[in-house]
């Protein structure tokens, strides 16, 4: 389906090991166009039919989104990219989930965000959770339409800091190690009432729980920075994903 991936890793693998705050890497346009202006397509056109829930996404069932989810989700836990992701980020012998747990199609529209956190690390079918995939599907996002995937650490007075900021545009991945210092979110969605942040998210995992995780944890938040802890906007963790009305 990406037919360049060894290509990709020969540019790739020292700067994902390189990036701060912690190992990731932003990648663009190695997804058909034509397969995600279809599934895109699907999504908007059926938008309708679900309602917005902070903890649920799709979950594993893609079936109201036609042939092109079909293909995509079965790519992003099949071996040829499980195995891409291995050699990415160093880490050996990633298993990617099916079960889609936590994961899958988002819908974020306007007045969305998700407060800095570090993921839940572990499961019990999978093992250690170890690298966190993001498909960004929004066509024409504009800067000052916020949502920004955001990749930060704390600092000595225990406060969020963002590092980098990536602006989720249509066929761009954001890839990046899941630990005890992988604090992550994104900003407040500015775009106008007929748009909205769509994103894919996948994760994966090993047996090993890697250099940076202690102990099982559950999803942490962390809040903002001060400055938007102050604003009105920003009360609450934010809203992510959606289930269906019926």
Known sequence: MVSNLNSILEKSINIYKENTPFPHIRLKNLFSTELLDDLLDNIL??????????????????????????????????????????????IDNLRSDKSWYGAGINFEPRGSHLEPHKDFNRNANLGWRRVNVLLFLSK?????????????????????????KYLPEFSHLVIFNTSDISYHGFDLVKCPEDKARIVVSCYYYTDDRGPHTKKLELTKYVGWDKERKQSKE?????????????
């Open 234 to 246: 920003y009360r609450g963790r934010g809203g992510t994903g959606w289930r269906k009305l019926k």
């Open 140 to 164: 024409g996002w504009k800067d000052e339409w916020g949502g920004y995937n955001e990749l930060g650490h704390i600092d000595e007075k225990n406060q969020y800091v963002a590092d980098k």
């Open 45 to 90: 056109e059926i938008k309708d039919e679900y309602k917005w829930n902070r903890l649920c996404t799709t979950g594993n069932d893609f079936s109201d989104f036609g042939k092109s989810a079909e293909v995509l989700t079965n790519y992003l836990v099949s071996d040829e990219w499980t195995n891409f992701l291995s050699e990415l980020t160093g």
